[in-house]
């Protein structure tokens, strides 16, 4: 299974994914994180603009047909704002596909602002902000197998609904 968490940055998505991650390792499954931050500094894509964003989270596509005969579970975190990523993601790899929708206000996320990149984003020094600048918008999603509303749920409560809709209780 491939099991797609998106969302702006700071909706909770690593956070998540570590916590199913240990859940499932306890059921001596085999599972592995694809994170989308990790692949974007392998591959030293810099830019966030639409062309760089695609590109990169086609690598994880790639990445995860490579892999997805080695594991059972691919947990991938990436903000992946475009419709149309998502959908090929879908089509590919159908019915292994589950996609997670962490959603959480602007408000909270730039209040989290866990690696900082709001703030440079608000300061002027970093461009095409997902999310924040409208040349990047955050699609949501229509499809998703499961909305996370990571404003007012705590990580637990995340954690036990999405086990819950995996089947794995």
């Given at each position: 299974?491939?099991?797609?968490?998106?969302g702006?940055?700071?909706?909770?998505?690593?956070t998540?994914?570590?916590?199913?991650?240990?859940?499932?390792?306890?059921?001596?499954?085999?599972?592995k994180?694809i994170?989308?931050d990790a692949?974007?500094?392998?591959?030293?894509?810099n830019?966030?603009?639409?062309?760089?964003?695609?590109?990169?989270?086609?690598?994880?596509?790639?990445?995860?047909?490579?892999?997805?005969?080695?594991?059972?579970?691919?947990l991938?975190?990436?903000?992946?704002?475009?419709?149309?990523t998502?959908?090929?993601?879908?089509?590919?790899?159908?019915?292994?596909?589950?996609?997670?929708?962490?959603?959480?206000?602007?408000?909270?996320?730039?209040?989290?602002?866990t690696?900082?990149?709001?703030?440079?984003?608000?300061?002027?020094?970093?461009n095409?902000?997902?999310?924040?600048?409208?040349?990047?918008?955050?699609e949501?999603?229509?499809?998703?197998?499961?909305?996370?509303n990571?404003?007012?749920?705590?990580?637990?409560?995340?954690?036990?609904?999405?086990?819950?809709?995996?089947?794995?209780?």
């Open positions: 299974k491939i099991i797609w968490f998106t702006l940055s700071g909706s909770g998505k690593t998540l994914a570590h916590g199913l991650e240990s859940y499932l390792k306890n059921k001596e499954v085999t599972v994180i994170d989308g692949i974007r500094e392998n591959n030293k894509i830019s966030f603009d639409k062309v760089d964003i695609i590109n990169n989270n086609e690598r994880i596509i790639e990445l995860c047909k490579k892999l997805q005969m080695e594991y059972d579970y691919l991938v975190t990436v903000i992946a704002p475009f419709n149309q998502r959908q090929k993601a879908r089509r590919i790899f159908a019915k292994n596909y589950i996609e997670v929708y962490l959603k959480a206000n602007l408000e909270i996320v730039i209040k989290r602002d690696k900082g990149l709001y703030e440079k984003a608000l300061a002027g020094k970093l095409n902000m997902i999310g924040l600048d409208p040349i990047v918008p955050y949501e999603p229509d499809r998703s197998e499961i909305v996370i990571t404003s007012y749920e705590k990580p637990e409560e995340s954690l036990n609904r999405l086990i819950k809709l995996l089947d794995l209780v």
